[in-house]
């Protein structure tokens, strides 16, 4: 169980994120949408314990977080990749920080690799890879050291529709067999009605958690049925209403 | 600590210039007559060093990298003012540099010098102390009549027969050498405007000079030896120079026929004129202190050999 | 940053006062001088004027260098990032030359100028010229093909419209970087230039006049003199680029 | 592109030509040597054992310099790369005497480390010791946020590693830049480093040489050899460094 | 009337557009789609007389293109503003190669800018607005020289999800008023969807024309509705085809 509480975070003067109030279940699948500079970015980089909060308290099972800590994960949306490294020893950065032997770790990541249809990339490095490829290499080199809560900031938002789509269908697919608690950050409102067992919508900035919409369909869901058009619509005006007040 | 300082000499470095003035070095240095005269003294190996100017050779002699050098007798001044820790212990030639005008330079006075471009040494050197005294000796402003121009020997021949330059006040055998090219005639020597100017000069480091007086006194020997080789054989002495300094030998004996110039080995000679130097690089700011004789010289170990 | 600019306030006096300290303890002025050494030289050098005289004449070497290297070096490198057919012809005579050190040009400095200002401004040159061109060059071949492109669609379609309105505007920043790396090596080549007697004046000049007298204190005064000098020119040029000229493209690294 | 390479073919090749053209119209050597002129001496360098020998001393007091200079400059611009208090403290020091003209470090060479191919060297050293320094700097400042992040989210969290896995292997490309333009400058200050008799061989030697005994074709040989010299030392290192150690960032930049 | 006859271009030995016929009416409103690669940038590049077709023809108003043309405006997905002109002067561009009068040129651009609420920015630089306003600017310097044909090439691509829909909004508005031809490529099915009067899909690469759909729903559309929604559909499972067949 992850729980933020009364988190507020200020940079110098600059209220960014105000008393956000958030539980999140094991396993559940959480879609975080807002305005641009709501404080989405920010919010998930506490979370990784790589900014500390102003006030409020963070905990993973009931301990804090302070810092960087590996049953955390996250992707980024630039991938984040090392670009000096190959596909293979990108994806086993973790486990070599573990402390785990160079080769077990690679046979370990060959194998993920396989189910990815990366196996022939293994040795490129990732200025040769689509961004498709490079979005699967970072999120298997953060499930590879099996955090507990993985954490995504708009890890789609710099790829192709088509592309995009499945990617997201590939990541229902490990999160129904992993079942790991997700946050993942979005401007999609398509994506969050496809990916999310709740959406959570901020306010502009200072960020305030403005809406929680809980979306009780089975997967995979069909992006153009009516139930999913609802949620889409539902969504639409709660941003749009914000989008508003923005202006 | 002392002691360890002290250690055994057994190497000797001389420094030297590309010039015939300095020919005593290089017949002493070409016949093995240093390592032969100086083995005696526990000298296993003598190496000499080339130098185009003198201040840089004795910018050399400061940092310890010489313990001989054959120099004009001012560049040491500034050198020893500077702290240089050495002597002049003898005399190595006087005279021996010609004003040399472009062929088609009329000369018949120091007159006809006025708004010509001269290039000698640097400043402090003897050729542009000795030229810039003549100039003043005959009512000529060295700052406001003419132009100046310093640089080293190599680059005067240079500015001469490229043009940049009207004419040039260099040492032998420069002057032979511009003549031959055709870019140059020689006006006046430097004995007819300062007769028996000091020119170059041994120096010795005065670590050798308290710590082995008796290999100073050998080193005075060989060179007097090798100068009045020379002054016997001027063509082999011209043979060998211009072995070593990668010039032409009939050039080089058509220079010592020509020159002004007096090897010489009795250091009581350069004094005077030394001094007067001195003097006047200490009016030009050159120099911190005035020098006396005693700074400068050091003329007991060849009164001793000699008496 | 007040810290950050005490710390180096800090820095600079500390390591002033080890100078200081170090040469006590050394006590040999030809080894190195004493900083209070360095400072009554540096003021009898500005009270007798010589340092305007100095200065003057570098900065006449250093201008005819680099003025004469910009008006060559701008055509050539449009020439060259525009046409893949100059490209080709000049290219290899500028990668033949460009790696002889400036200061190896002094012999033939000497005999085609004599011994002139333009000389001096010729090894000054020999610096200055090769980072011009060559980010004339880079600029102008990496000018994107969609702003060459989108100015097409606009109208703008005769070469000399494209260089004058796309090329060069793009260009201008790769330029003036290269202006700048050109004066810090021709800055470098003044020492050389005035090594061989054009005058008896200039910063370089008085770094061998004092070394040939054996004064470092003088040596080391001139050496200082010759950094601020450099540094001045640098930070001068900057600030014009930098804050006028080329707002966009500051604005453009700094948002990346 | 067979093209483009005759073009460069025929540029060299009528260059050579007009060049022996305007010699023969001169017809003074001391004012421009021709082309055969040079090319005998050239063979007369190489037959004599010569240039091996100018080659070997060159090389080592450019290894020495540059050698110096990466071991030296490396470790001080990465603690500046990396800590603000290391910047501020150890940056008003290096900007007071990057700037200094390496060859005015002449006189300071001679008498701190005598006539000795360590004072080349030194000059060498002077001219490298800067770029590495900059470049290196530049490197670890640069290293993006984003990968530290995404590092310390992966468990690697103490500075040390954080160096050694992100910050070292980031900065790789700007620090072999930085040598590189380190050895360019380096290589200039050798014909600086062997003006003042350190020894009696050296391609810059040479030249001063061939000056003072006013054989020009000697000089612009050895102006040429230095040229290239240096042309294939750069190339034998960007090939090393772009096609083996550095592949990633070559693809990067490639891709832009 | 734009008409594509047997169009074919070639790169080398790669076939890119193989025997492309399109006939385009005044005032229509074409989206074309299809997998990345496929040729859809190098056919506006054509159109635009930037490429020079390997076979085939293409006429505007029976004249024959063959090269660039103020007739044709042309948007690109990354701006292609200079960078070293501030926004007013990015806008004149076209009228300034016209040979107007600058002062004139910048009254008509400010008149517009006002319009597009960037009155405030005309001397800002592009690097300091974000990409929904410097994908504004570009669309009004490629209008202010009023071409007949319009081609856009994924302008909205780089946009997040809300100024995108912002954005179409004001694209329709201007078309509604212009009525100019405008060929647009995108990724985005819902885009299409909200956009067309006809969505033209193409193969893989070599590009043909695969399938057209015409769109006959008033403007402006709920995004939402059933109708836009079937159209999704549609275009979703015609690409859906094209992209198992690349894959
Ligand atoms: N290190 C920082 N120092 C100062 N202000 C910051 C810093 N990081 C972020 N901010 C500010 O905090 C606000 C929220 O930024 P954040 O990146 O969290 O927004 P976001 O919701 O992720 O936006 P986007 O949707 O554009 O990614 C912005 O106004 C930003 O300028
Ligand atoms: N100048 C060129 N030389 C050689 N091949 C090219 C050139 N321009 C494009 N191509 C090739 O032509 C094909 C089609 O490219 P194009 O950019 O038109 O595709 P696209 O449909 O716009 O793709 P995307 O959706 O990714 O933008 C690609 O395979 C590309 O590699
Ligand atoms: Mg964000
Ligand atoms: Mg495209």
Redesign the interface.
Known sequence: MLKINNLSKKYDDLLVLDNINLEIADSEFICLLGPSGCGKTTLLRIVAGLEEATTGRITLNNQSITGPNTCIGMVFQDYALFPWRNILDNAIFGLEMKGVDKETARNKARKYLRLLGLERFEKSHPHELSGGMKQRVAILRALLIKPEVLLMDEPFGALDAQTRNQLQIELLKIWNKDKKTVLFVTHSVDEAAYLADRVIILSKRPGRIKETIEINLPRPRDRTSMEVNKIRSRVLKTLGAEQEAQA | IKTDEREEITTLSIGYQPSTHQAAHITAMEKGWWERDLAPFGIEKVIDKQFPSGPPEMQAMLAGDLDIAYVGSAPPITAIAEGLDAKIVACVNTNGSDLVLRPEINYTTPEDLKGLTIATFRAGSIQDTVFKKWLIDNNINPITDLTIKEMGPGDAITAISSKSVDGVFLPHPSPTIIESQGTGKTVIQSGEMWPSHSCCVLVVSGTLIRERPDLVEQIIKTHINATEYNLAHPEEAARLAAEKLSMNESLLSKSLKTWDGKWCTDPRVSIPSTLEYANVQYELGYIKKPLREEDLFDTSFYEKITE | MPH?RL??V???AG?TIIWEIAASVVN????LPRFTEVIQTFYHVVASGDLLRDLFESLMHFGIGLGLGIVIAIPIGMMMGWS??AD??????V??????????????A???L???HYAAGFIVFMGAVFPILINTYAGFRDT?Q??I?????????RSR?LIK??AL??A?PSIATGVRIAM?VG??????AE????S?HGL?YK?W????????DG??T???I???V??TI?RVFRYITDERLL???T??VR?K
């Open positions: 950050g710390l180096r800090i820095s600079l390591a040999d002025p030809l080894f893949r057919t080709n012809i000049i290219d290899p005579l990668e033949l030359v460009r790696p002889i050190p400036p200061i190896a040009w002094i012999p033939f000497i005999i085609w004599h011994l002139t994107p969609i702003l492109d989108s100015g097409k669609v606009l109208g703008c379609v419209d309105k796309i505007p793009y201008l810090g800055w470098m080549c003044v020492v050389a090594l061989f007697g054009v008896n370089g770094v006049w004092y070394k040939d007298i054996h004064q470092m040596v080391l001139y050496m200082l010759l950094g601020i450099s540094l640098d707002k966009w493209k604005g453009l948002n």
